[in-house]
């Protein structure tokens, strides 16, 4: 099993977790699943989680993505959001389907790579914080701050990209 490195400030809620050799081994029963890809899907999640507790997380807000080989939890005593996306192309012209106009704005001043999946994943990670109580994503709005060189601050969340990776993950500010 390989663990994605994550930036410090993410590292006690969440893990990103690929190339799990056998992972029926980590579970004494596993729900029966109509597509062998949901089943090893739900699987690498959860033992992504399974390794975050193990290191120490607590709470009990968890949020759980996958994509491809990758599967990713987050861990909190408040509600959290957490999204990972392969490295794919798509269309920039698909962002209207979930962007506003001001997201989409800020989205095409930005220079990362790979910018509308930052955008996309941003919303994703805090629509799953909300508990998908926001109908659409393009009802959710997410307000960009700033630009670095591996990834996107937006309030309450942030991006990383890594290697054909790109997560996301929303957090409650603390007290």
Not at 124 to 151: D, H, M, Y
């Amino acid at each position: 099993m390989n663990i994605v490195p994550l930036p410090e400030s993410w590292r006690a809620r969440a893990m990103i977790v690929s190339d799990v050799a056998d992972p029926e081994s980590f579970f004494d029963s596993v729900p029966s699943f109509p597509r062998r890809k949901r089943r090893f899907e739900w699987m690498v999640s959860r033992i992504a989680e399974k390794e975050l507790r193990r290191r120490g997380a607590s709470g009990n807000c968890v949020s759980f993505s996958h994509s491809g080989r990758y599967g990713a939890a987050a861990v909190d005593v408040r509600p959290i959001g957490i999204d990972v996306e392969m490295l794919r192309d798509i269309s920039e012209s698909a962002a209207r389907h979930f962007l506003s106009d001001d997201e989409m704005a800020a989205m095409q001043r930005c220079t990362i790579a790979h910018r509308m999946l930052h955008f996309w994943s941003a919303k994703e990670a805090a629509w799953k914080q909300r508990g998908g109580s926001v109908p659409t994503l393009k009802k959710l709005r997410v307000k960009f701050e700033s630009e670095a060189a591996t990834g996107l601050r937006f309030q309450g969340v942030e991006t990383f990209a890594t290697g054909d990776l790109i997560a996301a993950l929303a957090m409650s500010s603390r007290p």
